[in-house]
């Protein structure tokens, strides 16, 4: 009886241990970042925001529910009305973009101004 649950806690345990490792996020290369900052810009100009578009880092995306695990935040500055949009990034490919929620962490982000192409 000992042996046997023994041997029922082993296989239990020993189901733990096996888990999937995920692989990290892939992240764009110069040509990639390139045309997301081309298609990025494109949204800026398409939305007719006021002020200048400003983008933060390529970061982790926390939002729950979301088919990105990259994050990009634009934000238009000097237009009075800042407004944060988001846009989701998987394999280095925009794979959707809406106004930003507080778990996109966006006004938490540092920006820099998005060149015209």
């Known amino acids: ?48 925001l006021g002020g200048s578009p400003e983008i933060s880092p390529l970061h982790k995306n926390d939002a729950l529910g979301t088919p990105a695990d990259l994050a990009i935040c634009l934000r238009n500055s000097g237009g009075g009305n800042t407004k944060y949009i988001v846009f989701l990034i998987s394999q280095s490919k925009i794979v959707d973009t809406r106004l930003a929620i507080e778990l996109d962490r966006c006004s938490a982000q540092t920006y820099s101004p998005l060149a015209k192409p």
């Open 1 to 48: 009886m000992r042996s046997i649950l023994l041997v029922f806690v082993s296989l239990l345990l020993s189901g733990c241990g096996t888990a999937l490792v995920a692989s990290g996020p892939v992240v764009p290369n110069a040509t990639e970042w390139k045309a997301l900052q081309q298609n990025i810009y494109s949204t800026f100009t398409g939305m007719k």
